[in-house]
């Protein structure tokens, strides 16, 4: 069993900063990539960021210079540090690692819950 449990989602005015946390917990014998995804409603889940097991980074072109990723290996966790936010920002934003689990050491993709941010104007 393998758990993403995603915080730090809430309300905030557009130019303001929201700091995301994601944690992976379980079986867990090795996590490779992370990311942070989002879904506005009637629109189709979108990449936001993601990161490689080395630092490797990558991010969709709205949030480039606004957002960060990072993740802390010795925790299995991934932080998105949203600053400047836009009204276009609001959405779910679902926390995802690709890993491979202790029980059998085959390769699995998890999502976690999702964690609502919302930007008012």
């Known amino acids: 069993q393998v758990q993403l449990v995603e915080s730090g989602g809430g309300l905030v005015q557009a130019g303001g900063s929201l700091r995301l946390s994601c944690v992976a917990s379980g079986s867990i014998f090795r996590i490779n990539d992370m990311g942070w995804y989002r879904q506005a409603p009637g629109k189709q889940r979108e990449l936001v960021a993601g990161i490689t097991s080395i630092g490797v980074t990558n991010y969709a072109e709205s949030v480039k210079g606004r957002f960060t990723i990072s993740r802390d290996n010795a925790k299995n966790t991934v932080y998105l540090q949203m600053n400047s936010l836009k009204p276009e920002d609001t959405a779910v934003y679902y926390c995802?690692?690709?890993?491979?689990?202790?029980?059998?050491?085959?390769?699995?993709?998890?999502w976690g819950q999702g964690t609502q941010v919302t930007v008012s104007s």
């Open positions: 995802n690692a690709d890993l491979i689990v202790s029980t059998n050491f085959r390769k699995y993709m998890y």
